[in-house]
C-alpha cells in the first residue's frame, strides 16, 4: 500500500482554498532548485562561475514572478470568497483582519524581493523559502481555516433552507 505523504501546509477543508495552497507549497519548493550546482562545497555562490550565477538569478527571478502572481491571484479568489459571507458582525471582522493580513503579507514579500541580494541567489531563495514558508503556515491557521469553517456554515445553512424549502413545496403540491 502506498503511504500518503502529508502536506506541510494546513488543510482547510476547502477544496479549492486547498488545492491553491498545494499549488503555492510547490511553488515555495522550488526555491530550493534554484542553485543547480551538485555538491557543491562552498556555502555561498561566490566559488561559482559567474554565468552559473547568472543562471540561478534567472531562475530565483522567474520563481519570484511565479510565486508573487500566484499569491495575488489566490489573494484574489479568497477575497471573492468572502463576499459570499453574511454581514454579521463576526464575519465582518474576520473579513477586515484578513484582508489586513493579505496587505501586509504582500508589503512584507515586495519589501523581502525588492531586498534581495542577487550576489547569492541560492541563499537569497532559501531566506525567501522559509519567510514564505512560516508566513503560509500562519495565515492558514489563523485565517483561511476560519474563512473555510464560515464558508461552510453559509453553504450548510443554505443548503438546509433548500431542503426546507423543497419539502414545503412539495408537501403544498401533493
Not at 92 to 106: F, G, L, N, T
Request: proline residues 3%.
Amino acid at each position: 500500500m502506498e503511504k500518503q505523504s502529508t502536506p506541510s501546509y494546513v488543510v482547510t477543508g476547502h477544496p479549492q482554498i486547498d488545492s491553491q495552497h498545494h499549488e503555492l507549497e510547490q511553488l515555495i519548493q522550488q526555491l530550493a532548485t534554484v542553485c543547480e550546482v551538485k555538491n557543491r562545497s562552498g556555502s555561498n555562490c561566490s566559488e561559482c562561475f559567474q554565468e552559473t550565477r547568472t543562471a540561478c538569478v534567472s531562475r530565483l527571478d522567474r520563481l519570484l514572478g511565479d510565486l508573487i502572481g500566484f499569491i495575488v491571484t489566490h489573494f484574489s479568489y479568497e477575497e471573492k470568497l468572502m463576499r459570499q459571507l453574511p454581514a454579521t458582525p463576526l464575519c465582518r471582522e474576520h473579513i477586515e483582519q484578513h484582508k489586513w493580513a493579505h496587505a501586509e503579507v504582500s508589503s512584507q514579500l515586495t519589501a523581502l524581493t525588492s531586498s534581495l541580494d542577487h550576489d547569492d541567489p541560492k541563499q537569497c531563495a532559501l531566506r525567501l523559502q522559509s519567510v514564505v514558508s512560516v508566513w503560509m503556515g500562519a495565515h492558514m491557521c489563523n485565517f483561511d481555516v476560519q474563512l473555510a469553517d464560515k464558508l461552510r456554515s453559509v453553504t450548510d445553512t443554505e443548503l438546509a433552507y433548500d431542503i426546507e424549502l423543497a419539502e414545503l413545496l412539495e408537501k403544498e403540491g401533493g
